[in-house]
């Protein structure tokens, strides 16, 4: 398991708490975004991120909300579903690497959960020049909105198949994006991906996709023609 740096981010008005894995001679950082009432502990996201360490694939993870923030928003829950609000710290924050001399070189991929696969999406789609893929687990990317028919780098959504509303959810974001895309759909997994097996699925198809995208020398990425989505 590959220790994982401190870090704190300062962005305007705002400084927020983050962990850094940088494997050797990595090419590639996967920013995750958590999802409703997580934070960079997440223990799921943390197995995820030391799988890709495995594949060479570095990770930042960070907390979207301040301490008093995460606070306020256990008692109301208001803050983990504002997206505009989450996606702005989350384009801070891939400016914040963009700047830093030691991961500005590295291409950028973006793995969000719940709602944070809406932030992701609404990034990528503003910082379309950096992002080079994204991956949803159990993500609502439905709540990105207008956003998604500008999302131009690869989009992989994984779903479990107990999970209904969300795959439907899910159907209904595929149908409006307009990149290369996937949607997989993991056997027996509930929301949280919790049955034996489920999330070492997940993370092998995350962990394909970013090699996919981000570490391989000519990546087949980019928009697909726009259609006319259906239903």
Request: with cysteine.
């Amino acid at each position: 398991m590959l220790e994982p740096q401190s870090r704190s981010i300062d962005l305007p008005g705002v400084e927020l708490s983050a962990d850094l894995r940088l494997p050797a001679n990595t090419r590639a950082l996967v920013i995750f975004v958590h999802g409703s009432g997580s934070g960079r502990a997440s223990p799921r996201n943390q197995y995820v991120a030391d799988v890709l360490a495995r594949r060479g694939l570095g990770s930042l993870l960070f907390d979207l909300l301040t301490a008093s923030e995460q606070r306020m928003d256990n008692l109301t829950g208001e803050l983990r579903f504002n997206i505009p609000l989450l996606a702005r710290r989350l384009i801070n924050v891939i400016d914040w690497v963009g700047r830093e001399p030691e991961v500005r070189a590295l291409r950028i991929g973006l793995f969000g959960a719940s709602t944070g696969a809406a932030a992701a999406l609404v990034a990528a789609a503003a910082r379309a020049d950096a992002v080079a893929a994204v991956v949803s687990r159990g993500g609502r990317t439905d709540l990105a909105g207008p956003a998604l028919v500008r999302v131009k780098a690869p989009t992989l959504q994984i779903v479990g198949a107990q999970d209904p509303l969300v795959f439907e959810l899910n159907c209904q974001s595929r149908r409006a994006l307009r990149c290369q895309q996937a949607l997989e759909v993991v056997a027996g997994a509930t929301h949280l991906f919790e049955e034996p097996g489920t999330l070492e699925e997940v993370a092998r198809l995350a962990g394909d996709w970013f090699e996919k995208y981000l570490l391989a020398s000519n990546p087949s990425a980019g928009c697909l023609p726009p259609h006319t989505p259906n239903g």
